[in-house]
């Protein structure tokens, strides 16, 4: 048997390796809204508290307002201070669940006179309540389904138990699900 070069060794070595790091995964990998064009993670589960399912709202946790407040400036508009999300304003982002494409969308700004057809997440939905509302606008004559409304991320959200229904009561597992 010929001796394995060492170049060849380290080779192998990472080839051993990489597998078992492919299974240690960042919890960003869960449910992320991240940027289009850079990948760039905007919010992940870690940054949620709860999400109500069938109103499309995420409710933040305070790590989850510290990062979206890190990403927003603020304006004065007839007299008072609004938060903008500057930078991401117009961005499309794009939403998944353990790496799979759920939906796509853009962050809009109340103080835009533009208004994006699709799913929009707008800048002013955090204050006072926590929440960002994820907001379909729909086009005259679109009958199409609701992109929002995937069960993957109300299974995911209940999996983690904080999945709520819209009268803001956790969710309760259905014991049923998956029997056949």
């Not at 060492?6 to 960042?26: Q, T």
């Not at 955090?126 to 509302?133: D, E, S, W």
Request: charge should be negative; hydrophobic fraction near 35%; proline fraction near 8%.
């Amino acid at each position: 048997m010929d001796p394995v070069h060492p170049k060849n060794s380290l080779l192998l070595l990472l080839a051993a390796l990489l597998p078992g790091c492919a299974l240690d995964r960042s919890p960003e990998e869960g449910f992320v809204i991240s940027l289009v064009g850079s990948g760039e993670v905007i919010l992940s589960d870690r940054h949620i508290e709860a999400y109500e399912a069938g109103r499309y709202r995420i409710r933040l946790s305070p790590e989850g307002i510290e990062r979206w407040e890190s990403f927003s400036r603020t304006v004065t508009w007839q007299g008072q201070a609004i938060p903008q999300l500057g930078r991401l304003t117009g961005e499309e982002f794009v939403v998944s669940v353990r790496g799979e494409e759920m939906y796509r969308g853009h962050f809009g700004s109340m103080l835009q006179s533009t208004i994006y057809p699709g799913i929009v997440i707008f800048d002013t939905t955090v204050t006072p309540f926590r929440a960002l509302g994820i907001q379909l606008n729909r086009l005259p004559g679109d009958s199409n389904p609701d992109p929002r409304r995937r069960a993957e991320i109300d299974n995911y959200f209940r999996s983690l138990g904080k999945l709520e229904s819209p009268s803001g009561s956790p969710s309760v597992p259905n014991r049923l699900e998956g029997m056949s």
